[in-house]
């Protein structure tokens, strides 16, 4: 595992475990309005799309040392 391949491991470990404090802190009060799901939601998306974004990073930084090699 390369220094990139960690630190989007260590990366999304954080995004997650934010969205799952932010997820415990809204539900602190015993119930979960609509705008608790709408915020959770939104965070879902951030994440995800966050995490993705760490991949196709990853993924072109192969593709790139592959075509330098073959260079």
Known sequence: MGYE??????KKTMREADNEAKETWR??????????KVANTGDDIRTGLGNAGDDIRAEAEKIHEDVDKDV
């Open 5 to 10: 391949e960690a630190k989007a491991d260590v």
């Open 27 to 36: 539900r602190a009060d015993g119930e979960e309005s609509l705008s608790d």
